[in-house]
């Protein structure tokens, strides 16, 4: 597992494999960025016309590897471009992070790497460590010996005297968000033989004993007395049996209780409404919304953030059965509104249904959804932006603030009043599935009808970005991303006040 540090050292004389320096895009050709001054002077001047000629532009992303110039103690320098360079103020987090990611990618099966990038201040200092430990994000679990290269052992970032204490913290909030994070990253690439329901809950026990946070998991039976339809409907065909997991983080002293609720299909075949062939794949992914509640939760305890919070993890496996529900079947939700399942395959909404309602009851003041809910929310804004609905528009604009400052990219949509009556059901007070144009629109407005119409309530589909099937890019690695785990965070950190939100 990775570690960040930090040091005074100066960058050329600390010990380490590899000294990693950012270079930006200058007028003329690339520059080195502040922080990489000695190493540019051990090269004798020379280090823009090397990187000139080798083809490197400063574009965000490159990577470069050249051999240490005598006076530099790590054995190589890796050069990893930032983009535009800046004449003035801070360089973006965001780009810090990705090009932190991407040399920490770039320096797997190194031992230890000294970060000489632009950290003039503790916000910069907290992306580089962020976008490092995820980018040296490895899943391993199910690799051979020998198969795959370990992520670097240790990365310290060069600071100076000044900005030592600061930056020290900065990089324990990003050690703690980077791992619960690569927790959320973890679980998502799970494969689901090995991940059901009853198994994700024993993990969310455990974490929650070892946090000291409130766990509680309702099994199958549980469930039945307490009238969780939408769960159980779900359910039915596995032979896995569903769980709601309740965790909860409470601090003494908090004005705000938060809930967020997340999706946590362990696998979703369809269920009678089959997938076709070639979309299966990668529906071990369909929990990704639970993992990420999940996470956040972990996470904001770790920070010891001044809010109650509470997880609702709504967990099931979709699949086809004799015992599975079939399209036309009625469900009686918890709460007693019925809903008549048109389409087994949009399940999500079902399950999120019964935890928003449960969620509700406990009084928050306000409620954050998290899912792969649509294929239509990935047809409409791609594979690296969700989607945030919401029934008041000032606490949607809230979290699409905070996702912009924690390095997510959000877009608001709408709740067309005029796609509700698509819902309408024939025997039912409503159908899980209306108008097919906007599909991702009517899901949020089935998701509102479950919530109490006096609390707040957003509702982030996160079905583009939470798993990455491309080749890696900056910290983002093939499969599980951790999506929507920094916004939640980045949120519930404002709403506590405990922290000035750091700038982008």
């Known amino acids: 597992m990775t570690t960040v540090t930090v040091s005074i050292s100066p960058a050329v004389s600390l010990r380490a494999d590899a000294i990693v320096i950012g270079v930006a895009k200058g007028p003329q050709g690339p520059v080195p960025a502040p922080g990489a001054e000695t190493v540019a002077k051990a090269f004798d001047g020379a280090l823009a016309e090397i990187l000139g000629m080798l083809g490197v532009t400063g574009a965000a992303g490159e990577v470069v590897k050249l051999p240490s110039p005598d006076g530099v103690e790590a054995g190589m320098v890796l050069a990893v471009g930032l983009g535009d360079a800046v004449n003035s103020g801070a360089y973006d987090a965001e780009k810090l992070r990705e090009a932190t990611g991407a040399a920490a990618r770039s320096l797997a ?12 201040t503790a916000e910069a200092a907290e992306a580089v460590a962020l976008g490092g430990l995820l980018g040296a994000y490895t899943f391993t679990a199910y690799r051979t010996a020998g198969n795959a290269k370990a992520p670097v052992g240790e990365l310290t970032i060069l600071t100076d005297h000044a900005g030592h204490a600061s930056a020290k913290a900065a990089v324990q909030r990003a050690t703690v968000i980077g791992r619960e994070l690569n927790r959320c990253r973890d679980l998502v690439n799970m494969p689901a033989n090995d991940l059901s329901p009853d198994s994700f809950a024993a993990t969310v026990q455990a974490v929650g004993a070892e946090y000291r946070l409130e766990v509680e998991v309702l099994d199958d039976k549980m469930l039945a007395e307490g009238s969780f339809g939408g769960i159980l409907g779900v359910g039915q065909g596995s032979a896995n049996p569903p769980r709601l997991v ?7 002293e908090a004005k705000t209780n938060l809930a967020f609720v997340g999706k946590g299909i362990t696998y979703d075949s369809g269920g009678i409404s089959l997938k076709p062939v ?3 794949e990668i529906m071990k992914r369909d929990m990704s919304g639970a993992a990420a509640v999940f996470a956040a939760v972990a996470a904001v305890s770790r920070l010891g953030l001044r809010i109650n919070l509470t997880g609702w993890l709504a967990l099931a496996e979709n699949m086809p059965s004799g015992s599975a529900t079939r399209p036309g079947d009625v469900l ?4 007693g509104k019925t809903v008549e399942v048109l389409n087994t395959d949009a399940e999500g909404r079902v ?3 019964d935890a928003l309602v449960r969620a509700g009851e406990e009084k928050p003041d306000a409620i954050v959804d998290v899912a792969t809910l649509t294929a239509a929310m990935r047809m409409a804004l791609g594979n690296r932006i969700f989607g945030v609905m919401s029934n008041n528009d000032d606490f949607r604009d809230r979290i699409l603030d905070a996702s912009k400052r924690a390095g997510e990219q959000a877009w608001p949509l709408p709740l067309p009043d005029q796609l509700r009556k698509s819902l309408d059901s024939r025997v039912a007070d409503i159908a899980n599935t209306g108008e097919r144009m906007g599909g991702g ?4 407005l089935f998701l509102r009808e479950f919530v109490p ?18 080749a890696p890019y ?16 980045q949120l519930a950190e404002d709403i506590a006040g405990d922290r000035k939100p750091a700038g982008r």
Do not use: C, Q
């Open 109 to 120: 099966g190194t031992g230890k790497a000294a970060l000489a990038l632009p950290v003039e």
């Open 246 to 252: 309740k965790i909860a983080y409470n601090h003494s």
């Open 278 to 280: 070639g979309s299966n």
């Open 332 to 335: 009686r939700m918890y709460g």
């Open 351 to 353: 399950v999120l249904a």
């Open 441 to 444: 629109l009517v899901a949020g």
């Open 453 to 470: 119409d006096d609390t707040d309530w957003a509702h982030l589909d996160i079905a583009g970005p939470a798993f990455h099937e491309g």
């Open 474 to 489: 900056g910290y983002t690695l093939e499969g599980g991303t951790g999506s929507a785990v920094r916004t939640l965070v």
